[in-house]
């Protein structure tokens, strides 16, 4: 008999022979924590419990042996077991006692069934192992779903109760590792800034001393070139040498340059530039270096002006870094495109090839310092990072794109266009958009770009206001406390110590309530910076390119608001004591 019921116990592990009866509808991730195991080898006894309990909607599993009910108990977990006392081979408290003997099945309740003794010693004994109930046969369905049911929810709310506490014991871990590493964290940033530091020196000590030498190689291979010396095998030699030569200075400029925006020891001398002067100039300085590896340049100019603030020697350098690294990763003789247009308000590069290509894995790393796709390649892998460190100095940004190995790859710029496009772009908003013509205000206009100032101020005029200008921000100051004027339009970012935001203070530090209505013209427009406009004491906030319509509804309300502009209260900072302001 024993045998047999291993049998089937085997038979229903394996699936052959299914002894789950559930609801229908009911998830499964639900069900198991509610299931109940009814242990009886009367097939009848078992269908009269499965229709008893039906009503309770919960998951039923059936077991005609206790080898069976072992064999499931192995398998899944159970709310509740139903257990027959009397069973051949495994009777009810030896299956029992097995259970209680299995850390995993020790507190799960049981209730003992049985249609024979009702012996005071048996129903001890079944206490004695652990049952919580006992019942009699005929079952009564009302008792036995009011008693099941109870111990179903008892049961889970003990594993609810169990679960919270875990989950409490792991959000204090977390708490813990979270903790530790931000610990860790501060100790390796520590630890890295002090490395960082002494690389930068090392490499600027570097770079300076390989200065020396060089020079007088220079200086004797152009001397050899003056001597005029003819002979084809020193020419060659002496080829090769330039070449190296230029490589290797090309490499002290990298890592010199490297050091000094690591250090910020390099100052951009920006002016109003044309994107398409850039690419010429670095074009002529790559040139000898495409037509020594014999490259085929594709190139489609800027089909119109481009205007950028910015440095033209290093923005020269950017594009000329990115041909130079096209052309060193590209076969002899392969393709190199160089492309630029407009994309809303930046100007964009692009610098793309037919070579070798870049891997997935080194595309988040390509601007690292000293990194490099070829393995064994010539350079020190600092010309993407001086790339890349110089576009994010001019408020740009550059990404890589390669479908890997082989594929070739792409290099794309982009740099925001100069506030003389802005300028332009409020003035053809006035063409275009009829507008009522107000009543005349007297406004001051703040802003230190030529080109931005001048657009303003006319457009301002075409409407009738009166308009005084200010170049900088003590300028504003001064002209605004000077006129006592409607409005003023001010830049947030200036140069020369006082930017908008210090004009806002000074300005209604001393007007007070008399303090014009103050309107934030700038390139600022995250929702912090019109948050810091506001607590500056700025009415209105208008990102640059503003809409003729937004420029025109921000004058119009200071015909109908004459409250003191909000903001917190000004601050008289350092440099204010320090001024005498």
Request: proline share 4%.
């Amino acid at each position: 008999m024993a045998d047999q019921d291993l049998q089937k116990a085997e038979i229903t592990s394996t699936g052959k022979e299914s002894t789950l009866s559930r609801p229908e509808g009911v998830p499964d991730d639900a069900r198991a924590a509610s299931d109940i195991l009814v242990v009886d080898d009367d097939a009848a006894n078992l269908a009269a419990i499965e229709v008893a309990l039906g009503e309770l909607g919960r998951g039923l599993v059936k077991a005609s042996s206790g080898r069976e009910a072992l064999r499931l108990l192995l398998e899944e977990d159970f709310a509740l077991i139903l257990l027959d006392v009397k069973m051949p081979g495994m009777d009810g408290f030896e299956t029992a006692r097995m259970i209680r003997s299995r850390r995993r099945t020790r507190h799960v309740p049981i209730i003992f069934v049985t249609a024979y003794s009702r012996d005071d010693a048996d129903i001890l004994y079944g206490y004695s192992l652990g049952a919580v109930d006992f019942l009699f046969k005929p079952i009564v369905p009302e008792v036995l779903r009011a008693k099941a049911s109870v111990f179903v929810e008892l049961q889970q709310r003990t594993a609810e109760v169990a679960r919270q506490a875990e989950l409490l014991r792991e959000m204090e871990r977390r708490e813990l590792d979270r903790h530790m590493q931000q610990e860790r964290q501060r100790w390796e940033a520590d630890a890295l800034r002090e490395e960082s530091r002494r690389k930068d020196e090392f490499l600027a000590v570097l770079a300076h001393e390989l200065r020396n030498p060089l020079a007088p190689m220079v200086t004797g291979l152009e001397l050899i070139r003056q001597y005029g010396i003819g002979h084809e095998g020193l020419d060659r030699v002496r080829a090769s040498m330039e070449r190296q030569v230029h490589h290797l200075v090309r490499l002290v400029d990298d890592l010199l340059d490297v050091s000094r925006i690591s250090q910020g020891k390099i100052i951009l001398r920006c002016e109003r530039i044309d994107l398409g002067d850039v690419m010429d100039q670095a074009l002529d300085s790559v040139r000898p270096f495409l037509a020594e590896r014999r490259h085929e340049l594709s190139l489609s100019p800027c089909d119109e002006p481009l205007p950028i603030d910015g440095d033209a020697v290093r923005l020269t350098q950017v594009v000329a870094n990115l041909l130079h690294n096209a052309a060193r990763y590209t076969h002899p003789g392969g393709q190199i495109r160089l492309s630029c247009g407009r994309d809303r308000d930046f100007a964009v590069v692009r610098v793309a090839d037919n070579g070798r290509g870049i891997g997935a894995a080194m595309l988040e790393r390509i601007f690292d310092m000293f990194v490099q796709e070829q393995e064994n390649g010539s350079g020190l892998g600092l010309g993407l990072t001086l790339v890349h460190r110089l576009v994010h100095m001019h408020g740009g940004r550059v990404r890589a794109y390669s479908e890997g190995r082989g594929k070739g790859s792409e290099f794309v710029v982009r740099l925001p266009l100069s506030s003389a496009g802005e300028a332009a772009g409020v003035a053809a908003g006035a063409e275009d958009e009829p507008h009522e013509r107000d009543e005349p205000l007297r406004i001051v206009v703040v802003e230190d770009q030529d080109d931005v100032r001048h657009g303003v101020q006319a457009l301002l005029e075409q409407w009738g206001h009166g308009v005084e200008c200010a170049a900088n921000g003590a300028e504003g100051v001064e002209r605004i406390l000077a006129s006592r004027p409607d409005v003023a339009l001010v830049d947030i970012a200036m140069p020369g110590g006082i930017d908008g935001y210090g004009v806002a203070r000074r300005v209604r530090a001393a007007l007070g309530a008399a303090a014009p209505r103050l309107i934030a013209l700038t390139g600022f427009g995250r929702p912090e910076d019109q948050e810091r406009s506001r607590d500056a004491g700025f009415a209105a906030h208008l990102t640059k390119p503003a809409a003729a319509s937004d420029l025109q509804r921000a004058l119009r309300s200071r015909l109908h608001d004459d409250d003191e502009p909000q903001g917190r209260p000004p601050e008289e900072t350092r440099e204010d004591r320090q001024a005498g302001r």
